[in-house]
C-alpha cells in the first residue's frame, strides 16, 4: 500500500512565478491537508480538503490556493511567488473522522531565486 | 492562534543520557501528538495522547499529556544515536488540522 505522495520532490522557480505541487493520499483517506515548514521551523497549516472543498485555512493570504479532486488527490497552488515562500510543502492525508491520525508524504522542497 | 512552545529548541548529548522535551500551549487540544522528522522526509507520527494526565511508553520513550490538555512532555532513557532527529508535538482539533509545535532538534553523540 502506498503511503502518501507527493510531486515533484524538489522545484526551483523565480519570483513571480506560480507553481504547482501535487500530493496523493494514502489509500482510503478521503481529507488532504497542507502545510508549509520553513527551515528549521515546524510546519505551519496552510488549508485542509474535503469532499472536494476547503474545509479549514490557516493564515495564509490567498496566493495560495489548492484543489482536491475526485480521485481525493490534490493540488497546491502558489501565484505570484515570493522568495519567503521557499520551503518544505508538506501534505498529509487522512480518514475525514475526527481526531483520527494523519499520514505525512515526504515534501516537495520549493526554492524561489 | 494556537500556538505550541518547545523547549529546548536544541539538544546535544551524549549516547547513554537521558532527555526531556517540553512542549507548552495557551489552549486546550482535543489530542496532542508527537512526531520525529528525519531531514528531507515529511513527519512519521510517534504517539497519540488524549485524556488529560495520560501517559504512554513507547519502548525507552515516554509521553505525557498535561491534566489541562494543555502541554505534553517527552521523556527518552538512555539516549541512542538513532534517536537523533527534529521531535515535534502538535496540537489537533477536531477538524484534524495539526498545530505544530516549534520543534526540538536533538543530537545523540556516540
Known amino acids: 500500500d502506498a503511503g502518501v505522495t507527493q510531486s515533484p520532490t524538489h522545484l526551483i522557480k523565480t519570483r513571480g512565478q506560480q507553481v504547482t505541487l501535487r500530493c496523493s493520499p494514502k489509500s482510503g483517506h478521503d481529507t488532504v491537508s497542507w502545510y508549509q515548514q520553513a527551515l528549521g521551523q515546524g510546519p505551519q497549516f496552510i488549508f485542509q480538503?474535503?469532499?472536494?472543498?476547503?474545509?479549514q485555512r490557516g493564515n495564509f493570504p490567498d496566493r495560495f490556493s489548492g484543489h482536491q479532486f475526485p480521485n481525493y488527490s490534490s493540488e497546491l497552488n502558489v501565484n505570484a511567488l515570493l522568495l519567503g515562500d521557499s520551503a518544505l510543502y508538506l501534505c498529509?492525508?487522512?480518514?475525514?473522522?475526527?481526531?483520527?491520525?494523519?499520514?505525512f508524504g515526504q515534501g516537495t522542497r520549493l526554492t524561489v531565486v | 492562534t494556537q500556538l505550541l512552545e518547545q523547549s529546548p529548541q536544541f539538544l546535544s548529548i551524549q549516547e547513554g543520557e537521558n532527555l526531556t522535551v517540553y512542549c507548552n500551549s495557551s489552549s486546550v487540544f482535543s489530542s496532542l501528538q508527537w512526531y520525529r522528522q528525519e531531514p528531507g522526509e515529511g513527519p512519521v507520527l510517534l504517539v497519540t495522547?488524549?485524556?488529560?494526565?495520560e501517559v504512554k511508553k513507547l519502548k525507552r520513550l515516554t509521553f505525557q499529556f498535561g491534566d489541562a490538555r494543555k502541554d505534553s512532555s517527552l521523556h527518552i532513557t538512555a539516549a541512542q544515536p538513532g534517536d537523533t532527529g527534529l521531535y515535534l508535538c502538535a496540537g489537533q482539533t477536531g477538524a484534524n488540522n495539526l498545530f505544530f509545535g516549534t520543534g526540538t532538534r536533538l543530537t545523540v553523540i556516540p
Open positions: 498529509a492525508s487522512s480518514p475525514g473522522l475526527p481526531n483520527t491520525e494523519a499520514f
Open positions: 480538503y474535503y469532499e472536494e472543498e476547503e474545509r
Open positions: 495522547v488524549v485524556t488529560g494526565g
